[in-house]
Nanobody, 118 residues
């Protein structure tokens, strides 16, 4: 399983962005898909997750200004964020829990940098 994330960049405060992550490979299905972020000097934290049933979970810091969606056919997870703040600056990682037979494993994307300027 390989994950390819895209969509990071420099955004002004108050702006919006969309992050996408595609899971590729064969012989697996995707269970939980999500986005995490890690700011300089801080631990990696969950931003949003979406399950197979499309139930979503968001960090308190992004509730109301973020939407996570998934496309099961293309194994893509997307995070739409708006009203961005400088404190949203971080490297964003997608994470996918993949199931192949009796094997369940987590995979991480390479990370994409989001910088929000004030």
């Amino acid at each position: 399983v390989q994950l390819q994330a895209s969509g990071g960049g420099l955004v002004q405060a108050g702006g919006s962005l969309k992050l996408s992550c595609i899971a590729s490979g064969s012989g697996f299905s995707t269970a939980i898909m999500g986005w995490y972020r890690q700011a300089p000097g801080r631990q990696r934290e969950v931003v949003a997750q979406i399950g197979v049933d499309e139930i979503t979970n968001y960090a308190d810091s992004v509730v109301g200004r973020s939407t996570i969606t998934r496309d099961k056919a293309t194994k893509t997870v997307t995070l739409q964020m708006s009203a961005l703040k400088p404190e949203d600056t971080a490297v964003y990682y997608c994470k996918v829990t993949a199931v192949s037979g009796n094997v369940v494993a987590d995979y991480w994307g390479q990370g994409t940098l989001v910088t929000v300027s004030s």
